[in-house]
Nanobody, 125 residues
Framework: DVQLQASGGGLVRPGGSLRLSCAAS????????VGWFRQAPGKEREGISC????????YYADSVKGRFTISRDNDKNTALLQMNSLKTDDTAVYYC??????????????????WGQGTLVTVSS
């Protein structure tokens, strides 16, 4: 089965850090771009970061640029999202997905991609 398993969410204070992990299985991971999306309560899902197959090309939403870093390890079939300087506005369910791309500054997921299950990040004092 094609699967993406996200983990690493939790409760953190403003200014703190978390690292999310996305483990892929059931498909050739390095054939696909992989990205992170999030959905805050009452808001639409937004793309926040995407990296292409080789992990060199990376895109970030303006809301997280300079604070979040995406990476991938194709040998381990894993993508990571290092989140620093977290803000209360970062509170959301975070999802990883394949087949992401940058569409003029907006990170989107192509129809052929796969969603992982979400992991909740709560930033609160």
């Amino acid at each position: 089965d094609v699967q993406l398993q996200a983990s690493g969410g939790g409760l953190v204070r403003p200014g703190g850090s978390l690292r999310l992990s996305c483990a892929a299985s059931g498909f050739q991971f390095d054939d696909y771009s992989v990205g992170w999306f999030r959905q805050a309560p009452g808001k639409e899902r937004e793309g926040i970061s995407c990296t292409y197959k080789n992990g060199i090309i990376k895109y970030y939403a303006d809301s997280v640029k300079g604070r979040f870093t995406i990476s991938r390890d194709n040998d381990k079939n894993t993508a990571l999202l290092q989140m620093n300087s977290l803000k209360t506005d970062d509170t959301a369910v975070y999802y990883c997905a394949t087949n992401c791309y940058d569409n003029g500054g907006v990170i989107e997921k192509g129809s052929a991609g796969t969603w992982g299950q979400g992991t909740l990040v709560t930033v609160s004092s």
